[in-house]
């Protein structure tokens, strides 16, 4: 079992940075792919961003257009999310999540997942 709690999520301006954080605990959670997702509110559940376990190949939601980073910790057990010129297209609950060894897109091959934490982005 691997257990996720996000942190850093909040209100911000258009614009502003924030950085999202991921603390997975378990046996051998430093060993599993992980990847964010967001949902809007009456939006489905969408892929952000996914990382090896090694923290070094990530994927990334190609319209982001670099404005978000992922990135693991040095212990390998925690992830983070920077997002940089966020907009309010970016408002959404963003839920971490670890697998096996996957780290695409496809968040039904994600066998854990965080409670979700909220992002609000005002124009």
Known sequence: ?????????????????????????????????MGWFRQATGKKREFVAAIKWDGITANYLPSLNGRFTIARGNAKNTMFLQMNSLKPEDTAVYYCAASGYYYGDDYGRYSYWGQGIQVTVSS
């Open 1 to 33: 079992q691997v257990q996720l709690a996000e942190s850093g999520g909040g209100l911000v301006q258009a614009g502003d940075s924030l950085r999202l954080s991921c603390a997975a605990s378990g046996r051998t959670a430093g060993d599993y792919g």
